[in-house]
């Protein structure tokens, strides 16, 4: 009966010790690039901005780890957006007139259809990792290195850029203006201009990458991480089609938002480089034999 409870015992040990369970903290530095509305994009090597953050990560085994990160840069990009009156903030123009004699904005319309915008973001992210191959936190000749898929679940926060190209009203409001090629801003429900809006979404980040350990308590990764977002206003064109298809009767564009948005959200990926540090390591000692005066590691 000894003999069977120290086998069971040795046997318990054994399954404790196999997942090897670690943690681990780094920090990530690398690239994104932004894909959405804007058109005609020919130069997307000028679109890359640059990415960075914090990470930590809980192994539970060879294969399977859960990751949190916390993500800061920006995004932006430049191109064309046809059929609507655009302007620079910066033709910026105050008039006073109008049947109340009161200041007003207007601004000057651009003479093409180019348009940009940037903006600050944040995101908090948690993935699921599972590596293809065995591998070990810590180790420099045996299962140090694998790839890895990911998939998981973030937060993405962009705050009113108040920058880039705004969307002008289709048509010259009023005729004690001096010219007709100075316009007011398209204003939504709450008298924010286009690009004053911010931007708030969950995303599903999923991402493909590699690992390996360069010594027995640094690792490092490279990772290609797409992000699917559940807003359409990262470019500063939320539901961009209704600026282009004007209501019959006001003739300005609609306030709803056109059919199919979820089909019309905005997209960006991310080519990060991680470096991380062994926080913790579960060694796999069996109770029963540290006891018992001898221990050994599984």
């Not at 670690?22 to 690039?33: C, E, H, Q, T």
């Not at 990751?67 to 009156?85: P, Y």
């Not at 564009?253 to 990060?272: C, E, I, R, T």
Request: net charge positive.
């Amino acid at each position: 009966m000894k003999k069977l409870l120290i086998a069971l015992s040795l046997f318990h040990c054994f399954l404790s010790a196999y997942p090897q369970k670690s943690a681990d903290i780094g920090i990530r530095l690398g690239g994104a690039l932004y894909w959405g509305d804007i058109e005609h994009r020919t130069d997307l090597l000028k679109d890359v901005t640059t990415l960075y953050g914090i990470m930590g990560r809980y192994n539970f085994n060879k294969r399977i780890s859960v990751r949190g990160q916390l993500i800061n840069g920006s995004l932006k990009a430049a191109g064309t957006f046809d059929g609507v009156n655009l302007a620079e903030p910066s033709a910026h123009i105050t008039q006073v007139g109008g049947p109340n004699n009161f200041p007003d904005e207007f601004y000057l319309k651009k003479p093409d259809n180019s348009y940009n915008f940037i903006r600050s973001v944040q995101s908090f992210e948690g993935l699921m990792e599972f590596n293809f191959l065995n591998y070990e936190m810590g180790s420099t000749k045996k299962n140090n290195f694998t790839p890895y898929i990911g998939l998981g679940i973030g937060v993405f926060y962009s705050p009113p850029p108040r920058q880039g190209t705004l969307i002008l009203v289709p048509q010259v409001e009023y005729s004690f203006l001096p010219s007709k090629t100075l316009y007011r801003p398209e204003l939504d429900a709450n008298m924010n201009k286009t690009n004053d809006a911010n931007a708030l979404t969950p995303t599903i980040p999923m991402a493909f990458g590699i690992k390996y350990n360069l010594s027995k308590r640094i690792g490092a990764s490279a990772e290609f991480c797409v992000r699917k977002t559940f807003t359409d206003n990262i470019d500063n064109l939320k539901d961009p089609v209704r600026y282009q298809n004007l209501d019959p009767v006001s003739g300005h564009p609609d306030d709803k938002f056109a059919s199919g948005n979820f089909y019309n959200n905005d997209w960006f990926a991310s080519l990060q480089v991680s470096v991380y540090w062994q926080l913790w390591t579960d060694k796999g000692i069996c109770v029963f034999r540290e006891k018992s005066g001898i221990k050994k590691n599984f």
